[in-house]
């Protein structure tokens, strides 16, 4: 089935983000003809429209206005009523992964203030929430070089953890 969808619709893209919240997609930067994408657009299913968020500015821990970074590669997941934006390749670059979070009441953006062991900036990985926690996998980091790391953001404290191999293997096998 062909749905009808109004509204402005996104310029063409790839190396984005997406992620579900209630009725509605919220779609993040990624990669066009012209370069990298700082935008934010929203699909609403009750009423199949298209909707840019046009507002660049969003607040710092310091309270201090921000702009997002364009970004592709990064990942899009969503915590109660909003998405949570990690890493990815970003104009300006960052030597460590960042953490945005996008309320989708208010369609403000604010950056988490990360603790602990942050990891290094990266494009390409995998991020999956279980419960109040992320769970980041590989990806490439700004030299190209692939990644093969596991990390662990705690959302209550917002704290990164490196997870080595024997506290993973230690998790299959309760024994050791």
Same mark, same amino acid.
């Given at each position: 089935m062909v749905l009808s969808i109004s509204? *402005?619709? @996104?310029? @063409?893209?790839f190396n984005h983000a997406a992620t579900v919240i209630g009725n509605k997609m919220i779609v993040v930067g990624g990669e066009s003809g012209s370069g990298l994408l700082d935008d934010v657009q929203v699909l609403k299913f009750d009423q199949?429209?298209?909707?840019?968020?046009?507002?660049?500015?969003? %607040?710092?821990?310091?309270?201090?206005? %921000?702009?997002i970074p364009a970004c592709r590669?990064?990942? %899009?997941?969503s915590w109660g009523k909003k998405a949570l934006l990690i890493g990815g390749k970003t104009d300006p670059a960052s030597d460590r992964i960042s953490v945005?979070?996008? *309320?989708?009441?208010?369609?403000?953006?604010?950056?988490?203030?990360?603790?602990? *062991?942050? @990891?290094?900036a990266r494009n390409g990985h995998t991020v999956v929430r279980a419960s109040s926690v992320l769970i980041l996998f590989g990806g490439e980091d700004a030299k190209r070089k692939k990644l093969n790391d596991l990390h662990m953001f705690d959302l209550k404290s917002f704290t990164w953890l490196l997870c080595i191999a024997q506290e993973l293997d230690h998790l299959r096998d309760p024994t050791m």
């Open positions: 509204g *402005d619709k @996104p310029t @063409p893209r199949f429209t298209w909707t840019s968020i046009s507002s660049k500015l969003y %607040l710092s821990p310091s309270s201090l206005p %921000l702009k590669g990064h990942s %899009l997941v945005w979070a996008f *309320d989708t009441e208010t369609e403000c953006w604010s950056l988490v203030e990360a603790k602990g *062991d942050i @990891p290094i």
